[in-house]
Structures are given as structure tokens and as C-alpha cells.
């Protein structure tokens, strides 16, 4: 069932203790580590380019095989996570994600890069589900919004990193790009290091069996899949979710990963002042994502959502109207789509999803919905180079209507979300 009562019958905010925020920090190295490999991937394509001669067809098959790998991962991790227990998939995952970046690291040629990318984005595809799913299980439920709209902090502080390292090293041509990947490595295995032998997250999960709410699940087999899509209630969540998440993420996907691309050769600037222009813009994302998990269990993210999808239309439509051509309005572009993504992106579509479902099928919806999505990525990517090559102008229009569609389709997420809402504050009144 939904856990809207939960939240309508909750309190006045809680306080999250330390223990909590150490919670959201290690499960959100998901989304650091899963921010990390596609920006740098992002970063090198350009270098990579003129290291090996690749074309804009080989550039783009390298940008699908990641998103397809993610996707893969999210669709069969998620479900993993739910049969044989979230904290044992949370960890596994992350030695072959240090693999996965570690071959590209070493990569000597295109073969070592495509098989690195399709093995990390396999691994950050099963991780960042099952991450997510730990907080919404582990978290009591009157805090769990903030918890999981944290992960996504620590997805825009992943780009803000990764942007920065890349403006240090990027004279350093592909030596530069290699330590990028170097860095992830380094990082994936200290995480990995800490799910494996931290007594405080075995504490916080003694503890969540302990409550009395939906939480008390976790130990429970997980639920079948012919009810998750059976029921009408959990098969309308996933299509609304699915949907949002093919909408935006079509924009942020396309957006995230080629922005650097676009920059260097639509826009004409060097690879010094776009990573630089990306980093402050990034910043600034990461402290609009600050302020989200601080309301995401309040009512202001719901007019929040509404400010934020609509500057995302506003700032792809400034980019469509000039061509991309114009290196300043770029840069009015990335802030735009930065300002409103932490509002009205993935932190919020994470949110529903963990609010929409119970404990013990939740890495598996949100696996789902974001394979789905990320499906449609792969595919969009494999050609986004050429659309590139041939009109910038046309991408960013398809980039416009991926966002308008993004907030037509979350208008109809909130207003499912009220009214569940209201019905359960009838009940509590009642009961």
C-alpha cells in the first residue's frame, strides 16, 4: 500500500539525527559514484575523440553502451535487491562498479573503453535502486523524504566534483581523463569498505525492524510481481513514475551527458572555460538540491516542483531559440536547468517512488521505472552526436518538449499524490 498515511498522520518535522545523515551519506555515494562515471564519461568523450580518431558514430555508441548498461542494471538490481536482501546487493555492487571504472582508467584503446563503460554502468544501475530503497527502509517514515531527496545532494555534489577535477586536469588531455576514472575507483572502494564493515548501518537496521510502521516489512519476502503490476493502485504509480522519468530524463540524460560536447563544439568554447562554467552552475544545483531536502516532506515542494519545471522550459527554450551558437546563452542555459532540476527532476521522482510503494517492493519499482527510462536514454544517445552534428537547434527543441512533457506529466503526479493524501487524513480522522 502507499505509505500517504504515513505522511498525512505525521507530526511537525522531525529533527534528522547524525546516525540518519550518516545513512543518507553512504547510500548516496550510489548517486555520487552514478553522477561520476556519466560526467566523466561526458568529459572525455572530446578527448577520447581525438586520441583514438573516433567518429561521432563510434561517440555515441559509447554514450548508449553506458546509459544501456545503467538501465540493465536498474532493471534486474532493483529486483535482486528486493529477493535476496538490499544490504547484500548494496555492497556487491560496488566492486564491480571499481572494476568497471578502473578498466577505463587503463584503457589503451576504444575495445577497453566500451567494456569498462557497459560494466560500471551495469553496476551503478543495480546500485543506485537498491541505495535509495535502504534509506526509505531504514529511515522512519516522518524523515524519510528528506533522507532520500539527500541522495540526490549527493548526486549534484558527484557532478560539482567530477566538473571540478575536470577543469584541473583539462590540459592534461588523456592523461587527464584517466584520472577522473582513477578517482572513482579510489572512491567506489572506500564506500565499498564502509557498507561492508560498518556496525552503525546494522544498528540503524535492527532498528527500523524494531518500528512499527511500514519498515517492519524488510525482513519479508518480496512482493510478487503479478501484484505489483496487478494492483491498480501500484501499476498506475509506475506509469506515472516511468513516464515523468522517460520525459525529464530524456532532457537531463541528453543534457548531462553531451553538455560538455555541446559547449566545445556547437558553442566554441575551450574545454578549460566550459568545465569551469559547468562547475559554478553545478554549485549552484547542488545548493537548490540543499533546500529541496529540506522541504521534501513539507508542502512547499509541491509549488517548488511548478518553479522549477517551468525555468527548465524557459532556459531549453533560450537554448533552442538561438541555435546553441551563442557561447553566453549557454551558460544562462546551465544555470536555468541547474535552478530547476533539484526541484523538479530525479530528487522528486525519487521521492514518489519511495512514497508509492511498500518497503519490500520498492527497489523494484524504481528499478523498473528507471530501466525503462534509461532504455530510451540509450537509444537517444546513440544518436544525439549525429542530431548534433546536423542541427544543434533541433536537439535542444526535442530537449523543450521533453521538459514541458516532464511537467504536464508530474502535474498529474501531484495531484494523484493529494488526493491519496486527503484520504488518508480521513481516515485518521476517522479512526
Known amino acids: 500500500m502507499s505509505t500517504s498515511t504515513n505522511r ?12 540518519l545523515w550518516y545513512l543518507a551519506t553512504v547510500a548516496g555515494m550510489a548517486s555520487y559514484l552514478d553522477a561520476g ?48 536482501g538490499r544490504r547484500r546487493m548494496f555492497t556487491l ?8 571504472v578502473a578498466l577505463i582508467a587503463a584503457a589503451v584503446n576504444p575495445s577497453m573503453i566500451v567494456v569498462g563503460v557497459v ?28 533522507l532520500v531527496a539527500f541522495t540526490q545532494v549527493m548526486w549534484g555534489i558527484g557532478i560539482a566534483v567530477v566538473t571540478a577535477l575536470g577543469f584541473v586536469v583539462s590540459k592534461m588531455g588523456i592523461s587527464g581523463a584517466r584520472l577522473l576514472f ?17 556496525t552503525l548501518m546494522q544498528q540503524l537496521e535492527d532498528q527500523a525492524h524494531a518500528r512499527a510502521d511500514d519498515a517492519a516489512q524488510a525482513g519479508g519476502p518480496a512482493l510478487p510481481l503479478r501484484e505489483l503490476f496487478g494492483r491498480r493502485e501500484f ?17 537531463a540524460n541528453t543534457w548531462g551527458q553531451f553538455k560538455a560536447y555541446f559547449l566545445t563544439t556547437v558553442s566554441g568554447a575551450t574545454q578549460s572555460s566550459a568545465t569551469a562554467w559547468l562547475f559554478i552552475a553545478t554549485v549552484v544545483g547542488v545548493l537548490a538540491g540543499v533546500v529541496f531536502a529540506g522541504i521534501a516532506d513539507g508542502p512547499w515542494r509541491r509549488p517548488l516542483f511548478f518553479l522549477g519545471a517551468v525555468g527548465q522550459i524557459i532556459a531549453m527554450l ?26 523538479a527532476g530525479e530528487a522528486i521522482y525519487k521521492v514518489w517512488t519511495q512514497e508509492s510503494f511498500p518497503v519490500n517492493a520498492r527497489a523494484t519499482a524504481q528499478g523498473f521505472t528507471n530501466a525503462v527510462a534509461r532504455f530510451v536514454f540509450a537509444g537517444f544517445a546513440a544518436i544525439t552526436p549525429q542530431i548534433m552534428d546536423d542541427s544543434p537547434s533541433l536537439l ?27 484520504q488518508a487524513a480521513r481516515r485518521v480522522a476517522v479512526s
Do not use: Q
Open 235 to 251: 501499476r498506475t504509480a509506475l506509469i506515472l513514475t516511468a513516464c515523468f522519468y522517460v520525459a525529464w530524463g530524456l532532457m
Open 318 to 343: 533560450l537554448g533552442a531559440l538561438t541555435g546553441g551558437e551563442t557561447f553566453w546563452i549557454m551558460v544562462l542555459v546551465l544555470f536555468g536547468f541547474n535552478l530547476g532540476y533539484p526541484f
Open 182 to 198: 582513477v578517482h572513482l575507483a579510489v572512491l567506489g572502494a572506500m564506500t565499498w569498505a564502509v557498507r561492508t564493515f560498518s
Open 119 to 146: 560494466i560500471a554502468g551495469l553496476a551503478a544501475g543495480a546500485d543506485l535502486p537498491t541505495s535509495v530503497a535502504v534509506v526509505a527502509e531504514l529511515a522512519p517514515a516522518e524523515v524519510r523524504g528528506r
Open 8 to 19: 498525512a498522520a505525521s507530526p511537525a518535522k522531525r529533527p534528522v539525527g547524525k546516525k
Open 37 to 84: 562515471v556519466i560526467v566523466s564519461v561526458g568529459l572525455s568523450l572530446s578527448l577520447w575523440r581525438r586520441e583514438f580518431g573516433l567518429t561521432a558514430g563510434t561517440i555515441g555508441m559509447i554514450s548508449a553502451a553506458l546509459t544501456f548498461s545503467i538501465a540493465v542494471g536498474s532493471l534486474f538490481g532493483g529486483r535482486l535487491a528486493d529477493m535476496f
Open 396 to 422: 535542444l527543441w526535442i530537449l523543450v518538449g521533453c521538459a514541458t512533457g516532464a511537467l504536464l506529466l508530474g502535474s498529474l503526479l501531484i495531484r494523484r499524490d493529494n488526493a491519496e493524501s486527503m
Open 93 to 100: 555492487d560496488l566492486l564491480v562498479y571499481v572494476v568497471g
